[in-house]
């Protein structure tokens, strides 16, 4: 999505300047070319060499330089979008009654596109009604806000004022500058995570899934403009946009009956939960007590609840499962891809390495019901749920 998008980033005096770095790496590794505007302030914050370097192109700091003028008016509108990040306290009052003592305030005045504004300053500064009568002010000029954060400052005290995370930046972008419209309109119902199956109130079956990889599809669909239902077994992950309608359950009965509620009106499904096989056949109302000897846990089989949606299935509605497969992969994969009525089904073999539940990074192939077969390398995980979705784009949006 950010790949070749024009993004300046404009950098004011503030300690959160730090995160700016992170800003301009994340941005360019995700394609976008980006340019640097400073207050010469801010040069005393974090050096203009490391990001001319990490942002590939010459940083502007000055109005002028020798007997050169830098040209403030095509900077802005060079730009898709502005970003000023961090915004302190100083400049957003400028920015609010319209000064322009220097170049970046220049760029601002004359920017023909978006500009969004990621302030940073310290509680008692964010929290003055003269900050926010700016904040206003400038949010009444048509800019854009990242909200601050709460937590630890610069000061040392704990509040209201924290610069978003590069990543909470580039989230906001991507949702409000950035989504694209190849599948808007589309309902895309994702699963992912665990399923948790309880022995008594304090125990239970389980699997090692971490759920990155259904958050990831799940969020590369959401970037491509569909309307995404995310139902997920226990995790640690979070949703990185606040419009996935997030759902969320702990056992495989309670998987089921969600999918099956959300799935007849979903055009894509991607049903990349490791859900448990098996489940206790009693759940001990109190906690079991230690006793001599061996406890004998029974299990029942869960209800596949791919299999389930793959038999409801109509024209017009694709269905993707996952296979996680040690050995004869292909043919594994090429039986449930048969048996469970799906379209298309991604491929896991835990042989590869760097594959699998805990890691960050994936390889997997896709093999599709009319033959078609994509093979991606080892990724991050983000990297291969958008793959994954321009599979799904290409073969059938
Ligand atoms: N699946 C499901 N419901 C289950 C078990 C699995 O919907 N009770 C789905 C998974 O979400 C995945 C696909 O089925 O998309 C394949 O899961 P996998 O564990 O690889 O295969 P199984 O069908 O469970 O078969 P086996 O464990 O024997 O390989």
Known sequence: MLNDKKILIGITASIAAYKSI???????????????????????????????????????????????????V??????????????????????????CDNLLLAVYLSATCPVVAVPAMDEDMWHHPATQRNIELIKGYGNHLVPVNR????????????????????????????????????????????TYEAIDPVRFVGNHSSGKMGFAIAEALYEQGADVVLVTGPTRQRAAYEGIRVIDVVSAADMLAAAEREFDDSEITVMSAAVADYSPVTQAPEKIKKESGELVLTLKKTTDILKTL????????????????????????????????LDAIVLNSLRDKGAGFATDTNQV????????????????????AHEIVSFIIQQYA
């Open 365 to 384: 192939t896709v093999l599709s019901r009319s033959g078609e077969e994509r093979v991606i390398g080892l990724r991050s995980k983000k990297e291969i």
């Open 74 to 99: 095509m900077l802005g509108r060079w730009a898709d979008v502005f970003v000023m990040a961090p915004l302190s306290c100083n400049t957003l009052a400028k920015m609010a009654h319209g000064q």
């Open 151 to 194: 937590g630890e400052l610069a000061s040392g005290l704990y509040g209201d004022g924290r610069m978003a995370e590069p990543e909470a930046v580039i989230t906001y972008l991507n949702t409000f500058f950035f989504r694209s419209d190849k599948l808007k309109g589309r309902k895309a119902l994702v699963t992912a995570g665990p």
């Open 310 to 341: 793959g038999q409801r299935k109509k024209d017009g509605q694709l269905l993707i499962g996952f296979a996680l497969e040690t050995h004869n992969e292909k043919e594994f994969a090429q039986k449930k891809l048969q048996s469970k009525n």
């Open 22 to 72: 992170l800003l301009v790496r994340l941005l360019v590794k995700a394609g976008a070319e980006v340019r640097v505007v400073m207050t010469p302030a801010a040069k005393d914050f974090v050096s203009p060499l490391v990001l001319s370097t990490l942002s590939k192109n010459r940083v502007t700091i000055e109005l002028t330089e020798g007997d050169e003028w830098a040209n403030h």
